[in-house]
Protein backbone atom coordinates (compact mmCIF):
# COMPACT_ATOMS: atom_id res chain seq x y z
CA UNK A 1 0.00 0.00 0.00
CA UNK A 2 1.09 3.51 -0.87
CA UNK A 3 1.58 5.37 2.51
CA UNK A 4 -0.23 2.88 5.09
CA UNK A 5 -1.24 4.55 8.34
CA UNK A 6 -3.48 2.06 10.08
CA UNK A 7 -3.04 0.67 13.72
CA UNK A 8 -0.83 -2.29 13.73
CA UNK A 9 -3.24 -5.00 14.09
CA UNK A 10 -5.30 -3.75 11.20
CA UNK A 11 -1.94 -3.53 8.95
CA UNK A 12 -1.46 -7.36 10.03
CA UNK A 13 -5.10 -8.01 9.20
CA UNK A 14 -5.17 -6.80 5.44
CA UNK A 15 -1.79 -7.42 4.20
CA UNK A 16 -1.64 -11.36 4.97
CA UNK A 17 -4.62 -11.62 1.87
CA UNK A 18 -3.19 -12.23 -1.50
CA UNK A 19 -2.66 -9.26 -3.34
CA UNK A 20 -4.84 -9.22 -6.40
CA UNK A 21 -4.21 -5.88 -8.25
CA UNK A 22 -0.91 -3.89 -7.54
CA UNK A 23 0.28 -0.83 -9.31
CA UNK A 24 3.53 0.27 -8.29
CA UNK A 25 5.26 3.24 -9.53
CA UNK A 26 2.68 4.83 -11.66
CA UNK A 27 2.93 7.82 -12.93
CA UNK A 28 1.54 10.29 -15.60
CA UNK A 29 2.00 13.51 -16.51
CA UNK A 30 0.04 16.02 -19.42
CA UNK A 31 2.47 18.48 -20.21
CA UNK A 32 3.26 20.39 -16.90
CA UNK A 33 0.49 18.83 -14.95
CA UNK A 34 1.19 16.08 -12.84
CA UNK A 35 -2.00 13.84 -13.19
CA UNK A 36 -0.69 11.08 -11.25
CA UNK A 37 2.31 10.65 -8.80
CA UNK A 38 4.27 7.46 -8.57
CA UNK A 39 1.47 5.64 -7.15
CA UNK A 40 1.50 2.19 -5.25
CA UNK A 41 -1.24 0.44 -5.07
CA UNK A 42 -2.53 -2.81 -3.95
CA UNK A 43 -6.18 -4.65 -4.04
CA UNK A 44 -7.05 -7.83 -2.54
CA UNK A 45 -9.12 -10.09 -4.28
CA UNK A 46 -13.06 -8.93 -3.77
CA UNK A 47 -12.45 -6.05 -2.08
CA UNK A 48 -14.50 -3.16 -2.68
CA UNK A 49 -11.63 -0.02 -3.14
CA UNK A 50 -13.02 3.43 -3.34
CA UNK A 51 -10.13 6.49 -4.71
CA UNK A 52 -11.55 9.51 -3.36
CA UNK A 53 -10.33 13.18 -3.58
CA UNK A 54 -11.33 16.50 -5.35
CA UNK A 55 -11.82 17.53 -8.47
CA UNK A 56 -8.63 17.33 -10.59
CA UNK A 57 -6.74 15.06 -7.79
CA UNK A 58 -5.99 12.26 -10.81
CA UNK A 59 -8.84 9.86 -9.84
CA UNK A 60 -9.68 9.01 -13.06
CA UNK A 61 -6.64 9.33 -14.56
CA UNK A 62 -5.48 6.39 -11.87
CA UNK A 63 -8.55 4.36 -12.80
CA UNK A 64 -7.68 4.56 -16.78
CA UNK A 65 -4.22 3.78 -16.45
CA UNK A 66 -5.97 0.47 -14.05
CA UNK A 67 -8.25 -0.19 -17.22
CA UNK A 68 -5.73 0.26 -20.35
CA UNK A 69 -7.28 3.78 -21.70
CA UNK A 70 -4.28 6.12 -20.61
CA UNK A 71 -0.40 4.68 -21.10
CA UNK A 72 1.39 5.38 -17.54
CA UNK A 73 4.63 7.07 -17.99
CA UNK A 74 5.94 5.34 -15.21
CA UNK A 75 5.36 2.19 -13.33
CA UNK A 76 3.69 -1.18 -13.77
CA UNK A 77 0.46 -2.82 -13.26
CA UNK A 78 0.26 -6.62 -12.19
CA UNK A 79 -2.93 -8.76 -11.64
CA UNK A 80 -2.48 -12.11 -10.05
CA UNK A 81 1.90 -11.29 -10.39
CA UNK A 82 0.74 -11.48 -14.56
CA UNK A 83 2.49 -7.86 -15.75
CA UNK A 84 -0.33 -5.80 -17.65
CA UNK A 85 1.23 -2.64 -17.95
CA UNK A 86 1.46 -2.96 -21.83
CA UNK A 87 -1.32 -5.60 -22.37
CA UNK A 88 -4.48 -3.29 -24.27
CA UNK A 89 -7.31 -2.52 -22.26
CA UNK A 90 -9.50 -4.96 -24.69
CA UNK A 91 -7.08 -7.94 -23.49
CA UNK A 92 -7.21 -7.38 -19.84
CA UNK A 93 -11.12 -8.92 -19.47
CA UNK A 94 -12.27 -5.71 -16.78
CA UNK A 95 -15.55 -3.96 -16.55
CA UNK A 96 -15.94 -0.53 -16.62
CA UNK A 97 -18.96 1.76 -15.81
CA UNK A 98 -18.40 5.74 -16.75
CA UNK A 99 -20.18 8.60 -15.04
CA UNK A 100 -21.63 9.26 -18.48
CA UNK A 101 -24.26 6.60 -19.90
CA UNK A 102 -21.83 5.25 -22.39
CA UNK A 103 -24.28 2.80 -23.92
CA UNK A 104 -25.16 1.75 -27.76
CA UNK A 105 -27.41 3.84 -28.38
CA UNK A 106 -28.63 1.96 -31.54
CA UNK A 107 -28.55 -1.10 -29.68
CA UNK A 108 -31.38 -2.70 -27.40
CA UNK A 109 -30.83 -3.18 -23.51
CA UNK A 110 -29.69 -7.27 -24.12
CA UNK A 111 -27.82 -5.87 -27.14
CA UNK A 112 -25.83 -3.94 -24.79
CA UNK A 113 -25.63 -6.11 -21.96
CA UNK A 114 -24.22 -8.91 -24.36
CA UNK A 115 -21.67 -6.48 -26.43
CA UNK A 116 -18.63 -7.72 -24.55
CA UNK A 117 -20.16 -11.63 -25.13
CA UNK A 118 -20.80 -11.07 -28.94
CA UNK A 119 -16.67 -9.65 -29.14
CA UNK A 120 -16.20 -13.21 -27.43
CA UNK A 121 -17.90 -14.66 -29.89
CA UNK A 122 -20.45 -16.54 -26.86
CA UNK A 123 -22.61 -19.13 -28.33
CA UNK A 124 -26.51 -18.15 -28.90
CA UNK A 125 -28.00 -19.98 -25.52
CA UNK A 126 -24.84 -18.84 -23.21
CA UNK A 127 -25.51 -15.48 -24.52
CA UNK A 128 -29.38 -15.80 -23.89
CA UNK A 129 -28.72 -17.13 -20.18
CA UNK A 130 -26.14 -14.62 -19.33
CA UNK A 131 -28.11 -11.89 -20.42
CA UNK A 132 -31.55 -12.93 -18.10
CA UNK A 133 -29.22 -13.24 -15.24
CA UNK A 134 -27.48 -9.92 -15.55
CA UNK A 135 -31.40 -8.50 -15.92
CA UNK A 136 -32.03 -10.06 -12.95
CA UNK A 137 -29.27 -9.01 -10.95
CA UNK A 138 -29.76 -5.60 -11.55
CA UNK A 139 -33.58 -5.66 -12.24
CA UNK A 140 -34.06 -4.50 -15.71
CA UNK A 141 -35.58 -7.60 -16.77
CA UNK A 142 -39.00 -5.50 -18.36
CA UNK A 143 -36.37 -2.99 -20.33
CA UNK A 144 -34.28 -5.74 -22.58
CA UNK A 145 -36.07 -4.81 -25.77
CA UNK A 146 -35.74 -0.82 -24.72
CA UNK A 147 -33.03 1.85 -26.64
CA UNK A 148 -31.32 3.66 -24.42
CA UNK A 149 -32.64 7.16 -25.27
CA UNK A 150 -36.13 5.19 -23.54
CA UNK A 151 -34.36 4.79 -20.18
CA UNK A 152 -34.35 6.87 -17.46
CA UNK A 153 -30.71 8.14 -15.88
CA UNK A 154 -30.91 5.55 -13.09
CA UNK A 155 -32.36 2.74 -15.68
CA UNK A 156 -29.15 3.09 -18.09
CA UNK A 157 -26.89 3.31 -15.34
CA UNK A 158 -28.39 -0.30 -14.62
CA UNK A 159 -27.83 -1.02 -18.19
CA UNK A 160 -24.00 -0.49 -17.89
CA UNK A 161 -23.52 -2.19 -14.95
CA UNK A 162 -25.05 -5.50 -16.34
CA UNK A 163 -22.76 -4.62 -19.15
CA UNK A 164 -19.80 -4.22 -17.48
CA UNK A 165 -20.09 -7.41 -15.36
CA UNK A 166 -21.47 -9.59 -18.60
CA UNK A 167 -17.99 -11.17 -19.73
CA UNK A 168 -17.36 -11.93 -15.53
CA UNK A 169 -14.86 -9.32 -15.27
CA UNK A 170 -11.70 -10.17 -12.86
CA UNK A 171 -12.28 -6.53 -12.33
CA UNK A 172 -14.66 -4.18 -11.68
CA UNK A 173 -13.65 -0.08 -12.60
CA UNK A 174 -16.51 2.40 -11.84
CA UNK A 175 -15.97 6.13 -11.95
CA UNK A 176 -18.49 8.08 -10.72
CA UNK A 177 -21.23 6.04 -11.80
CA UNK A 178 -23.67 7.57 -9.82
CA UNK A 179 -23.16 11.77 -9.89
CA UNK A 180 -25.19 12.08 -12.54
CA UNK A 181 -28.54 11.18 -11.36
CA UNK A 182 -30.88 12.68 -8.51
CA UNK A 183 -30.59 12.10 -4.77
CA UNK A 184 -32.45 9.76 -4.52
CA UNK A 185 -32.09 7.64 -7.06
CA UNK A 186 -28.78 7.81 -6.03
CA UNK A 187 -28.87 6.55 -2.79
CA UNK A 188 -31.11 3.78 -3.75
CA UNK A 189 -28.49 2.83 -6.71
CA UNK A 190 -25.79 2.60 -4.49
CA UNK A 191 -27.15 0.66 -1.84
CA UNK A 192 -28.28 -2.09 -4.51
CA UNK A 193 -24.47 -1.05 -6.28
CA UNK A 194 -23.35 -2.41 -3.07
CA UNK A 195 -25.22 -5.63 -2.48
CA UNK A 196 -24.90 -6.79 -6.19
CA UNK A 197 -21.04 -5.67 -5.98
CA UNK A 198 -20.99 -8.00 -2.78
CA UNK A 199 -23.24 -11.10 -4.42
CA UNK A 200 -21.29 -11.19 -7.60
CA UNK A 201 -17.88 -11.19 -5.73
CA UNK A 202 -16.22 -9.21 -8.40
CA UNK A 203 -12.83 -7.32 -7.38
CA UNK A 204 -14.07 -3.34 -7.56
CA UNK A 205 -12.30 -0.16 -7.90
CA UNK A 206 -14.76 2.70 -7.47
CA UNK A 207 -13.77 6.86 -8.22
CA UNK A 208 -15.99 9.55 -6.31
CA UNK A 209 -15.36 12.84 -4.63
CA UNK A 210 -18.28 12.15 -2.67
CA UNK A 211 -17.53 11.16 0.91
CA UNK A 212 -20.56 10.12 2.16
CA UNK A 213 -20.76 7.61 -0.87
CA UNK A 214 -17.54 6.39 -0.24
CA UNK A 215 -18.08 5.57 3.91
CA UNK A 216 -20.86 3.51 2.73
CA UNK A 217 -19.67 1.55 -0.19
CA UNK A 218 -16.11 0.83 0.59
CA UNK A 219 -14.22 -1.48 2.59
CA UNK A 220 -10.85 0.39 1.89
CA UNK A 221 -11.03 4.65 1.11
CA UNK A 222 -7.91 5.23 -0.43
CA UNK A 223 -7.60 9.43 -0.28
CA UNK A 224 -5.99 10.77 -3.06
CA UNK A 225 -4.72 14.82 -3.54
CA UNK A 226 -2.63 16.24 -6.45
CA UNK A 227 -1.98 13.10 -7.94
CA UNK A 228 -0.94 10.86 -4.49
CA UNK A 229 -2.03 8.89 -2.62
CA UNK A 230 -2.32 10.47 1.25
CA UNK A 231 -3.80 7.52 3.16
CA UNK A 232 -5.41 4.24 2.22
CA UNK A 233 -7.07 3.04 5.17
CA UNK A 234 -10.64 1.51 6.21
CA UNK A 235 -13.32 4.38 6.14
CA UNK A 236 -13.20 4.38 10.28
CA UNK A 237 -9.73 5.20 9.93
CA UNK A 238 -10.09 7.47 7.41
CA UNK A 239 -12.58 9.20 9.61
CA UNK A 240 -11.19 8.81 13.12
CA UNK A 241 -7.39 8.95 12.31
CA UNK A 242 -7.46 10.75 9.27
CA UNK A 243 -3.66 11.44 8.26
CA UNK A 244 -3.17 15.26 7.28
CA UNK A 245 -5.36 17.89 7.59
CA UNK A 246 -6.21 17.77 4.15
CA UNK A 247 -7.84 14.09 4.97
CA UNK A 248 -9.54 15.34 8.07
CA UNK A 249 -11.59 17.97 6.23
CA UNK A 250 -12.26 16.41 3.42
CA UNK A 251 -13.73 13.58 4.74
CA UNK A 252 -16.21 14.49 7.44
CA UNK A 253 -16.44 18.28 9.13
CA UNK A 254 -14.03 19.20 11.46
CA UNK A 255 -12.47 22.21 12.74
CA UNK A 256 -8.33 22.56 12.75
CA UNK A 257 -6.05 24.04 14.99
CA UNK A 258 -2.53 23.99 14.82
CA UNK A 259 -0.16 23.22 18.12
CA UNK A 260 2.92 22.25 19.11
CA UNK A 261 3.02 19.25 21.68
CA UNK A 262 3.99 19.40 25.28
CA UNK A 263 5.14 17.07 28.08
CA UNK A 264 3.36 13.77 28.86
CA UNK A 265 0.95 13.84 25.75
CA UNK A 266 -0.28 17.51 26.06
CA UNK A 267 -0.93 19.65 23.37
CA UNK A 268 -0.09 23.63 23.30
CA UNK A 269 -3.03 25.24 20.68
CA UNK A 270 -1.32 28.29 19.23
CA UNK A 271 -4.15 30.73 21.30
CA UNK A 272 -2.64 29.59 23.70
CA UNK A 273 -4.86 26.64 25.85
CA UNK A 274 -2.80 22.97 27.00
CA UNK A 275 -4.82 20.24 26.41
CA UNK A 276 -3.86 17.41 27.95
CA UNK A 277 -4.81 13.49 27.93
CA UNK A 278 -4.18 13.43 23.94
CA UNK A 279 -3.93 9.66 22.28
CA UNK A 280 -0.52 10.16 19.83
CA UNK A 281 3.19 9.12 20.25
CA UNK A 282 4.69 12.72 18.85
CA UNK A 283 7.63 13.93 21.21
CA UNK A 284 7.77 17.31 22.89
CA UNK A 285 8.29 20.19 20.31
CA UNK A 286 6.88 18.86 17.67
CA UNK A 287 4.51 21.03 15.49
CA UNK A 288 1.17 18.93 14.80
CA UNK A 289 -2.30 20.00 14.60
CA UNK A 290 -5.54 18.45 16.32
CA UNK A 291 -8.66 18.08 14.17
CA UNK A 292 -12.04 18.68 16.41
CA UNK A 293 -15.22 16.94 14.69
CA UNK A 294 -18.14 18.67 15.43
CA UNK A 295 -19.92 15.20 16.96
CA UNK A 296 -17.68 15.09 19.35
CA UNK A 297 -18.23 18.59 21.29
CA UNK A 298 -20.72 18.56 23.68
CA UNK A 299 -22.52 21.78 24.65
CA UNK A 300 -24.08 22.07 28.65
CA UNK A 301 -24.71 24.88 31.03
CA UNK A 302 -21.55 27.13 31.66
CA UNK A 303 -21.53 26.57 35.12
CA UNK A 304 -18.52 24.09 35.56
CA UNK A 305 -17.88 23.24 32.26
CA UNK A 306 -14.17 23.15 31.27
CA UNK A 307 -14.41 25.80 28.62
CA UNK A 308 -17.11 27.97 27.83
CA UNK A 309 -18.23 29.62 24.21
CA UNK A 310 -20.98 31.60 22.99
CA UNK A 311 -23.60 30.64 20.39
CA UNK A 312 -23.18 32.29 16.88
CA UNK A 313 -25.51 30.40 14.70
CA UNK A 314 -27.79 27.00 14.55
CA UNK A 315 -28.47 25.59 11.63
CA UNK A 316 -31.35 23.10 11.41
CA UNK A 317 -30.12 20.31 9.78
CA UNK A 318 -33.09 17.53 10.02
CA UNK A 319 -31.67 14.83 12.03
CA UNK A 320 -29.63 17.20 14.38
CA UNK A 321 -28.69 20.57 15.07
CA UNK A 322 -25.48 22.20 14.02
CA UNK A 323 -24.19 25.03 15.86
CA UNK A 324 -21.57 27.39 15.35
CA UNK A 325 -19.37 28.72 18.51
CA UNK A 326 -17.32 31.59 18.83
CA UNK A 327 -14.36 30.23 21.03
CA UNK A 328 -12.98 28.13 22.77
CA UNK A 329 -9.37 28.16 21.66
CA UNK A 330 -9.99 31.15 19.93
CA UNK A 331 -11.74 28.98 17.00
CA UNK A 332 -14.90 29.38 15.18
CA UNK A 333 -15.96 25.48 16.46
CA UNK A 334 -18.65 23.55 15.27
CA UNK A 335 -20.71 21.17 17.44
CA UNK A 336 -23.57 18.67 16.42
CA UNK A 337 -26.37 17.70 18.46
CA UNK A 338 -29.38 15.89 18.51
CA UNK A 339 -32.53 17.51 18.49
CA UNK A 340 -33.68 16.24 21.88
CA UNK A 341 -30.65 17.35 23.59
CA UNK A 342 -30.82 20.60 21.68
CA UNK A 343 -34.12 21.22 23.24
CA UNK A 344 -33.31 20.31 26.41
CA UNK A 345 -30.63 22.91 26.54
CA UNK A 346 -33.30 25.77 25.82
CA UNK A 347 -30.03 27.79 24.06
CA UNK A 348 -30.14 30.09 21.39
CA UNK A 349 -28.00 32.37 19.29
CA UNK A 350 -25.80 35.06 21.70
CA UNK A 351 -26.60 32.45 24.74
CA UNK A 352 -22.62 31.54 26.54
CA UNK A 353 -22.84 27.91 26.66
CA UNK A 354 -20.33 25.61 28.33
CA UNK A 355 -18.33 23.19 25.87
CA UNK A 356 -17.42 19.56 26.78
CA UNK A 357 -14.74 17.80 24.66
CA UNK A 358 -12.91 14.80 25.43
CA UNK A 359 -9.46 14.62 24.65
CA UNK A 360 -9.54 10.90 23.69
CA UNK A 361 -11.74 12.10 20.83
CA UNK A 362 -8.80 14.65 19.75
CA UNK A 363 -7.63 13.68 16.60
CA UNK A 364 -4.05 14.59 16.78
CA UNK A 365 -2.59 15.13 12.68
CA UNK A 366 1.15 14.52 12.91
CA UNK A 367 1.94 16.51 9.86
CA UNK A 368 0.75 20.09 10.08
CA UNK A 369 1.53 21.32 6.79
CA UNK A 370 -0.67 18.81 4.19
N1 LIG B 1 -6.14 14.10 -21.43
C1 LIG B 1 -5.68 15.07 -20.63
N2 LIG B 1 -4.93 16.07 -21.11
C2 LIG B 1 -4.43 17.04 -20.30
N3 LIG B 1 -4.63 17.08 -18.98
C3 LIG B 1 -5.37 16.10 -18.43
C4 LIG B 1 -5.94 15.05 -19.22
N4 LIG B 1 -6.63 14.23 -18.40
C5 LIG B 1 -6.50 14.76 -17.17
N5 LIG B 1 -5.76 15.87 -17.16
C6 LIG B 1 -5.38 16.68 -16.00
O1 LIG B 1 -4.86 15.81 -15.01
C7 LIG B 1 -5.33 16.16 -13.71
C8 LIG B 1 -6.08 14.98 -13.10
O2 LIG B 1 -7.29 14.78 -13.84
P1 LIG B 1 -8.32 13.63 -13.50
O3 LIG B 1 -9.36 13.66 -14.56
O4 LIG B 1 -7.58 12.37 -13.32
O5 LIG B 1 -8.90 14.13 -12.11
P2 LIG B 1 -10.14 13.60 -11.27
O6 LIG B 1 -9.63 13.39 -9.89
O7 LIG B 1 -10.78 12.45 -11.94
O8 LIG B 1 -11.11 14.87 -11.25
P3 LIG B 1 -12.76 14.92 -11.29
O9 LIG B 1 -13.21 14.62 -9.89
O10 LIG B 1 -13.01 16.35 -11.66
O11 LIG B 1 -13.24 13.95 -12.30
C9 LIG B 1 -6.16 17.41 -13.91
O12 LIG B 1 -5.36 18.53 -13.66
C10 LIG B 1 -6.58 17.34 -15.36
O13 LIG B 1 -6.79 18.63 -15.88
MG1 LIG C 1 -12.68 12.14 -12.76
Not at 123 to 136: K, M, N, Q
Not at 287 to 305: H, K, N, Q, T, Y
Amino acid sequence: MGVDRRAGADTLRMSSAPVHLRCAGFGKRFGDVTAVDRVDLEVTRGAFVVLLGASGCGKTTLLRMIAGLVEPDTGSLTLDGMDLTRVPAAARNFGFVFQAYALFPTKTVADNIAFPLDIRGTGADERRARVSELAELTQIGDLLRRFPHELSGGQQQRVALARALAARPSLLLLDEPLSALDARIRLRLRKELHDLVRRVGVTAIYVTHDQEEALELADRIVVMDRGRIVQDDTPEGVYLRPASRHVASFVGRATLAGGIVGASGSVRLAHGDELTGLRHDLSPGRACAVAIRPEFVGLRSPAGAPYAATIVRRMFMGPHMRVLLDGPFGLALEAELDLKRWAALGLDVGDRVGVDIASQDLVVIADPTT
